[in-house]
């Protein structure tokens, strides 16, 4: 049976897709784990494997193609023995636009490539449940269901859109099995959208019809950015925390370290104390390490502190995870990887979802300070300014001059309220203006 191919949701927040490159042609024989296109998502470029084994029968959608809905036919994959003709009661080569949005009965990816015994054996025909509705489910599902006695129609199918797939059917018994909890469709991991407000683009282009400008796509990064960062502040009960912190402990403290430090290639940079004091502080004030889950709150054990990394065109959160554990020489060789792979948008899914709480460092841009939009759904954000020499009272009430920094820390009220934030963030600040008690 010719199974369609659809775009694979690759990140939780993809609702589309560029097919940036096929990496196969039509009448090449794919096996299970090809890389057989290169697809660009909101936020890198992913290689996206094949799952079935078969003849590449028909490439719906050409490479460079914008705007594929997840879940959208992209190409149509033919089982050994089949031909073109398979594919005419699939609605076979539709135009690409059309492809794109509508999203096929049947969805496509399925399991493992079939074992030659299995692949002797003729599929079973399509089971039907007791309500009427076909039960969908791969050829090689039901030739080891049939072969197992199994009952497709009291199954549910892990697969795309319920799909029954070799994992639902492999490892279970004569008795029915307990039904097996749905993907999650990509609409409900996406942010929503929310309604647009103000001109229209129309509206506003016709403003400025007299005037030269230059008009500007917007790739699946900044469409994102754009859609969670409305969300956020119209969803986002926002209040705002602000504290001066003194540097010049840590300052003296970091240049002895560095000193130290040199003959192994590490340089300790003033943000790598700054996610040491953030993680510290989440276990100091452990009510504050949490997340917001729509019905609920999820209080965190460890400290995953999520860094912003501004790359062209946006923005990376990755996550250190279990930061309150690691040493500062290893929080700062690991941002930099991060960072790094971040700017070559090389960072896989994992390395930039999660997290608790997260930092936005603009101190390196000349920013005193500023105030960071709450990235959901952590509770809180710490903007954190340039450290600027000013005159300060000191303890003996003497005028004196020290270097200052200015952080915001910008609160979730669902889950931080006043006081909580209060302690959180002087948690962060004692951490900073006493760093070697920090480490202790």
Do not use: C
Request: aromatic residues 4%; charged residues 25%.
């Amino acid at each position: 049976m010719a199974i369609e191919l659809l775009m694979p949701a690759l990140s939780p927040t993809m609702e589309e897709g560029t097919l940036a490159k096929w990496l196969v042609k039509e009448g090449d024989t794919i096996s299970s784990g090809d890389v057989i296109a290169e697809i660009e998502t909101d936020k890198a470029t992913m290689e996206f494997e094949a799952v079935d084994e078969g003849i590449m029968g028909k490439l719906l959608i050409a490479e460079g193609t914008e705007g594929v809905k997840v879940n959208a036919a992209i190409a149509i994959l033919l089982e050994e023995g089949e031909d073109a003709s398979a594919m005419d009661n699939m609605g076979a080569a539709p135009a690409p636009a059309a492809a794109a949005e509508a999203a096929p009965a049947e969805a496509p990816k399925t399991e493992a490539p079939q074992t030659e015994a299995s692949a002797a054996a003729p599929a079973p025909a399509a089971p039907v449940a007791a309500s009427g509705e076909r039960i969908f489910a791969s050829p090689l599902a039901r030739r080891i269901a049939a072969q197992k006695g199994l009952d497709l129609t009291t199954m549910s199918g892990s697969g795309p859109k319920g799909r029954i797939v070799k994992a639902d059917v492999e490892n279970a018994t004569a008795a029915p099995k307990a039904e097996a909890p749905k993907a999650a469709a990509t609409s409900e991991a996406a942010p929503t959208k929310a309604a647009p407000a103000g001109p229209t683009a129309d509206m506003v282009a016709k403003m400025y019809a007299d005037r030269e400008y230059e008009e500007i796509k917007l790739d699946g990064m900044r469409k994102t950015i754009a859609a969670r960062l409305t969300e956020a502040k119209q969803t986002i009960p926002h209040f705002y925390l602000r504290r001066d912190i003194k540097l010049d402990a840590l300052l003296k403290f970091r240049a002895e370290l560095n000193h130290q430090l040199t003959g192994k290639g590490v340089k300790l940079s003033v943000n790598d104390f700054i996610i040491k004091a953030v993680a510290n502080a989440l276990q100091e004030v452990p009510e504050a390490n949490a997340v917001w889950a729509g019905d609920r709150v999820l209080q965190m054990k460890s400290s995953d502190v999520a860094v912003a990394v501004a790359i062209e065109g946006g923005l990376f959160t990755p996550v250190l995870r279990d930061s309150d554990m690691k040493s500062l020489s290893t929080l700062s060789k690991e941002m930099k990887d991060l960072a790094h792979r971040a700017r070559d948008r090389k960072l896989a899914p994992h390395e930039y979802q999660g997290g608790s709480f997260a930092i936005s460092n603009l101190g390196m841009f000349g920013i005193d300070n500023f105030d960071a939009i709450v990235n959901p759904p952590h509770a809180g954000i710490l903007a954190v300014g340039a450290g600027v020499k000013k005159p300060v009272v000191g303890d003996d009430g003497e005028l004196t001059v020290a270097t200052v920094m200015s952080v915001t820390m910008s609160v979730d009220h669902r889950v931080i309220d006043g006081a909580l934030g209060a302690n959180l963030l002087k948690a962060i600040v004692d951490n900073l203006e006493n760093p070697v008690a920090m480490l202790a």
